[in-house]
């Protein structure tokens, strides 16, 4: 069977050459290994230093290929869509237009093998709308990218982004929730990065979307397709004491209710991990992902192969949920 893996990373180079010329911050530079390296802000430590691997598709597709397996690509941005709402409101709104583009041109080089969501920043509600309907109504985009913060700020439940939310669901596309390495920062700091990586990215895409759920958007929102990354962050695990805790929320159902209508991924180095999120969210709602190249994709076929699930559950993880969760559907030419 043909593979969809849902969380994957392709980052157009032309984003990052034109931060290479910008002044100030935020900015990058070559790091002298094919890649770049990229500072949100003047504090010393750059917060990506990243290889030739994440700016060339076609040797990525390539890597997919190695494992043995026909695999099609969903690209999300990750932990960078948080940039295009770090910039001035005119700045982010071009830096979002051209990262589109080039996302929508990858769909047309690889019809059928690469689908690709949009950036829109979200410092301006205007701008982020006006950002989103060229995106999926006249680039032909997938779905989109939500930060986990806009900029700095963790209130991506802001009240003025509520016509961003409803036209998200109006349009029926999917919404990709990822940590965005923006808060959480100064307590996680420290061992290297470690603990961040290990536990604080965790911990920020989970907040991030528990704000949607207390917020009551979901509830407003009933039809919001969300793609929870990283098998749902704390969220199944913690949700019975959401459960037991929220009631001053004054939500019409048990925050558990949400949390099941949101989407996951695969995306765990741990079998045990797997087997409990497609056992809490359904068989029906989690897809395959290896957040290449975040992770080997070999890896993570053999973490979803040890989780031990059906046949039947197999092959809606590895690409049944996605073509239906995420509307891929086949150009009529390929």
């Known amino acids: 069977m043909r593979i969809v893996d849902s969380h994957f990373h392709w980052w157009p180079r032309s984003i990052f050459e034109a931060l290479c010329k910008r002044e100030g911050f935020p900015r990058a530079e ?3 290994r094919g890649g770049y390296k990229y500072w949100r802000a003047d504090n010393g430590v750059p917060g990506f230093d990243l290889g030739a691997d994440w700016f060339d598709i076609e040797k990525q597709l390539a890597r997919m290929d190695a494992t043995g397996h026909e695999i099609d690509v969903v690209c999300s941005i990750g932990p960078f869509s948080v940039h295009f709402s770090d910039l001035p409101v005119e700045e982010g709104r071009a830096a979002a237009m051209q990262w589109n583009e080039e996302m929508a041109d990858a769909q047309r080089r690889y019809p059928g093998r690469v689908w690709a969501s949009a ?3 979200l410092v301006d509600t205007q701008v982020a709308l006006e950002v989103l309907e060229h995106a ?5 985009l997938m779905g989109v990218n939500l930060p986990g913060s806009i900029g700095a700020d963790p209130r991506i439940d802001a009240e003025r982004l509520e ?3 409803a036209r998200v669901e109006e349009l029926g ?3 990709f929730l990822h940590p965005t390495d923006a ?3 100064d307590i996680l700091d420290g061992y290297d990065g470690a603990l961040y990586l290990s536990l604080g990215r965790v911990i920020d895409v989970s907040v991030s979307a528990c704000r949607l759920i207390l917020s009551g958007l979901m509830e407003r929102h ?3 397709k969300i793609v929870m990354s990283h098998t749902g962050g704390a969220l199944p695990y913690q949700a019975g004491r959401m459960d037991k805790n929220s009631k001053k929320a004054r939500l019409p159902q048990p925050p558990s209710t949400y949390i099941k209508r949101m989407y996951t991924d695969t995306v765990s180095p741990h079998e045990m991990g797997v087997r409990f999120a497609v056992e809490f969210y359904g068989a029906d709602h989690v897809m395959y992902g290896s957040d290449y190249p975040c992770w080997d994709p070999d890896a993570a076929l053999k973490v979803l192969r040890e989780a031990g699930l059906s046949e039947a559950d197999q092959n809606k993880v590895l690409g049944e949920n ?5 509307n891929l559907r086949e150009p009529a030419h390929v």
């Open 322 to 326: 996605a073509r239906r969760i995420l």
């Open 136 to 140: 999926i109504t006249r680039l032909g």
């Open 163 to 165: 016509p961003f939310y």
């Open 183 to 185: 808060v959480f920062n």
């Open 222 to 224: 009933p039809a919001l």
């Open 173 to 175: 596309i999917p919404m």
């Open 119 to 121: 950036a829109v920043p």
């Open 30 to 32: 070559p790091n002298g």
